[in-house]
């Protein structure tokens, strides 16, 4: 990774830990409250939203430039989302071997080549969760049937990558790494950090 220039430096002076106590665990996350000194020097009590895993997140870009996308409804905003294949690891797995599962288990599909391309902090004023993700090639299906844990219903759809960017950006795909995810690799596209073929199919 390249030096940082100057101004991502961090300033001023960095957040004080007190004592702290759990208010909720369950097998996914930790709910604690924090008596904390700011970096005003004011004193505070902050709420932290703890995570067990990572947030696993890939993009599967089949050879003629579609890509394949989840659709399920979720729970927290009661809402329908269509997705890119995500998933958690274990923070003490191998984030790709993660990747490789999830893909797996919610598409059938797998990979002959994989590449990191993002690492993201989601809601980073309330919790701690961070995000990888992965640009999938070379897909094939995988040996046996898909299957999600027992508390998902999902749908499969493979569009046009043009097509699921500009829904992305029209606002119709709102999970922020499938948008995430979509903007980078639209951007390797354009800069020749895909195979020359792919980028131009999906490029349109």
Not at 58 to 85: C, K, M
Not at 126 to 149: F, M, Q
Not at 193 to 202: D, K, V
Request: charged residues 20%; hydrophobic residues 45%; aromatic residues 6%.
């Amino acid at each position: 990774m390249s030096d940082k220039p100057a101004w991502l430096r961090p300033h001023g002076t960095p957040w004080k830990r007190g004592p702290e106590r759990l208010v909720f665990e369950n097998p996914w996350i930790r709910v604690t409250e924090h008596a904390v000194t700011a970096p005003t020097g004011r004193p505070a009590s902050y709420g932290v939203v703890g995570f067990k895993n990572h947030a696993i997140a890939v993009l599967p870009i089949h050879d003629d430039g579609t890509v394949t996308l989840v659709g399920q409804n979720r729970f927290a905003l009661a809402d329908y989302s269509w997705e890119i294949p995500e998933g958690g690891a274990p923070l003490d797995e191998d984030p790709l071997a993660g990747a490789k599962r999830e893909l797996a288990e919610e598409t059938g599909l797998i990979a002959a080549e994989w590449r990191e391309v993002l690492r993201a902090q989601l809601s980073n004023s309330v919790t701690d969760e961070r995000a990888i993700g992965y640009v999938a090639t070379g897909l094939s299906e995988g040996p046996g049937v898909h299957h999600a844990d027992d508390t998902e219903a999902l749908a499969l759809a493979r569009v046009p990558f043009g097509e699921a960017l500009d829904a992305a950006l029209a606002g119709h795909l709102q999970d922020v790494l499938t948008v995430a995810m979509l903007l980078r690799a639209y951007h390797m596209a354009r800069e020749g950090a895909l195979p020359g073929a792919l980028a131009r199919l999906m490029l349109g």
